[in-house]
């Protein structure tokens, strides 16, 4: 089980924006900083967003992202049938030496 | 710009051994932090492993802790991950990649392409 939790799916039409959400819910592992990441099958995962807000140069303006409190969402407005992927939230923490953990991943269908 | 390759992925018999290999080219390994992260079929990414660019802080999910090491080469600008005691549960895709501080944390900004473990009898 993920210590952050992203919902397994999410769907959207061509042009729409759509959210997905990642929640470090009640946490014990300090303030989380949040990236974001998208993969596509068979392929490595590639960084869209970190600092829980900036893009990477390259990172279409169209990919965004936000935190609150031990959440984060990331927000794709415009949504293209290239953006159909996997997407998962990861946070570093500090606590013994530190480490990641991940959400569980969103996949993403553009209808 | 830095690449990662990793390699040694193969099949293994449960409670075997085998060691991943992760080199870096287009920059100095030894400038950097660096972590493994692996990917069950069809399942999500698993951090298993970081080691700090000075090389004296090395920490393991729980789920590899004393039977997982990593290690480097810096004349080959090499990472390694040296695996024992073997379990089907570590058939995963393994993911060598580079990590970077900006602002108020880190990200992961490069990663290879990743190099396959089978372990099944």
């Known amino acids: 089980q993920s210590v952050l939790t992203q919902p397994p799916s999410a769907s959207g039409t061509p042009g729409q924006r759509i959210t997905i959400s990642c929640s470090g819910g009640?946490?014990?592992?300090?303030?989380?900083?949040f990236s974001w990441y998208q993969q596509f099958p068979g392929t490595a995962p590639k960084v869209l967003i970190y600092s829980n807000s900036q893009r990477p140069s390259g990172v279409p303006d169209r990919f965004s992202g936000a935190k609150s409190g031990t959440s984060a969402s990331l927000a794709i407005s415009g949504l293209q049938s290239e953006d159909e992927a996997q997407y998962f939230c990861?946070?570093?923490?500090?606590?013994?030496?530190?480490?990641?953990?991940f959400g569980g991943g969103t996949k993403l269908t553009v209808l | 710009e830095v690449q990662l390759v990793e390699s040694g992925g193969t099949l293994v018999q449960p409670g075997g051994s085998l060691r991943l290999s992760c080199v870096m080219s287009?920059?100095?390994?030894?400038?950097?932090?660096m972590n493994w992260v692996r990917q069950a079929p069809g399942k999500g990414l698993e951090w298993i492993s970081f080691i700090r660019r000075s090389g004296n802080t090395i920490n393991y999910a729980d789920s590899v802790r004393d039977r997982f090491a990593v290690s480097r080469d810096l004349a080959q600008n090499s990472l390694f991950l040296q695996m024992s005691s073997l379990r089907a549960e570590d058939t995963a895709v393994y993911y060598c990649v580079r990590q970077l501080w900006s602002g108020p944390g880190p990200y992961m900004d490069v990663w290879g392409k990743g190099t396959t473990v089978i372990v099944s009898s």
């Open positions: 287009g920059g100095t390994l030894s400038s950097h932090e």
């Open positions: 009640t946490s014990n592992i300090g303030s989380l900083t």
């Open positions: 990861a946070a570093w923490h500090d606590s013994l030496n530190g480490g990641w953990v």
